[in-house]
């Protein structure tokens, strides 16, 4: 039988040899990827590969993304308490937790409506009451909450939409994938002083941003 207790010694499992070796060192987002429950937001008969070093289907054809690269994005983004932040593609509702776990107020976002409901329901059943979930196109934001502190975008957009980047604040963060369908680099923009910055990460392959902002249907 596959235990709590099992779950918890997967979760360290997966900081020690693939998060801190590839270069993860913040400790808040190391302990944010213990402390959320990963195998919560897998379908039944992929529990026990939840911890497991590659992204995971999660349904409707779309995915979870690997343990490694949610820990990347959430470390580039410098997520503070009380930061207001934008989680676009809620997929399962994972890395909303992440960032709810370090201490943001998250609104997050995702096209598919059934996988939207069952974030929400998923993300109240285990208590992330400050998350947000919105059924919809994110490609270009979600005008109606921002300025946002920072953005994350987990789908893969040809380009970087400007409605986007003028829903930062100051200081704010926006991580997302760009490139063609098969391979992207992961982007930092950092805005401060009212100029904006940018700053490539890891190569990365993500499913597609389908909307306005995005990739056409
Ligand atoms: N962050 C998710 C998680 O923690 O499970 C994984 C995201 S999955 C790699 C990408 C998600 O983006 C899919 O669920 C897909 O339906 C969604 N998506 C694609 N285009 C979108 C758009 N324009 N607006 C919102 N969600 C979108």
């Given at each position: 039988m596959v235990t709590t207790q099992?779950?918890?010694?997967?979760?360290?499992?997966?900081?020690e040899t693939q998060l801190r070796p590839r270069g993860i060192h913040d400790e808040r987002?190391?302990?944010?990827?213990?402390?959320?429950?990963?195998?919560?937001?897998?379908?039944?008969?992929?529990?026990?590969?939840?911890?497991?070093?590659?992204?995971?289907?999660?349904?409707?054809t779309e995915t979870i993304s690997q343990p490694y690269i949610v820990a990347a994005m959430t470390e580039a983004a410098r997520v503070s308490p009380g930061d207001k932040a934008l989680d676009v593609g809620t997929g399962s509702g994972y890395q909303a937790a992440i960032?709810?776990?370090?201490?943001?107020?998250?609104?997050?976002?995702?096209?598919?409506?059934?996988?939207?409901?069952?974030?929400?329901?998923?993300?109240?059943?285990?208590?992330?009451?400050?998350?947000?979930?919105?059924?919809g196109d994110g490609s270009e934001g979600l005008a109606a909450h921002a300025p946002y502190d920072v953005i994350m975008v987990s789908a893969a957009a040809p380009s970087v939409s400007p409605a986007l980047l003028n829903q930062l604040a100051e200081e704010a963060r926006l991580?997302?994938?760009?490139?063609?369908?098969?391979?992207?680099?992961?982007?930092?923009?950092?805005?401060?002083?009212?100029?904006?910055?940018?700053r490539a990460l890891d190569p990365c392959q993500f499913v597609p941003l389908i909307g306005r902002g995005g990739w056409p249907e």
């Open positions: 099992h779950f918890e010694g997967f979760a360290r499992e997966m900081v987002v190391l302990d944010a990827m213990l402390r959320v429950p990963r195998h919560e937001f897998v379908p039944p008969q992929f529990v026990a590969a939840a911890y497991a070093d590659h992204p995971l289907p999660i349904g409707e960032l709810a776990c370090l201490g943001a107020r998250v609104y997050t976002i995702e096209r598919n409506p059934r996988l939207a409901e069952e974030a929400r329901l998923r993300l109240a059943r285990l208590g992330y009451q400050i998350v947000e979930v919105i059924c991580v997302v994938p760009v490139g063609d369908l098969y391979h992207q680099d992961l982007l930092l923009y950092f805005k401060h002083g009212g100029e904006m910055t940018v």
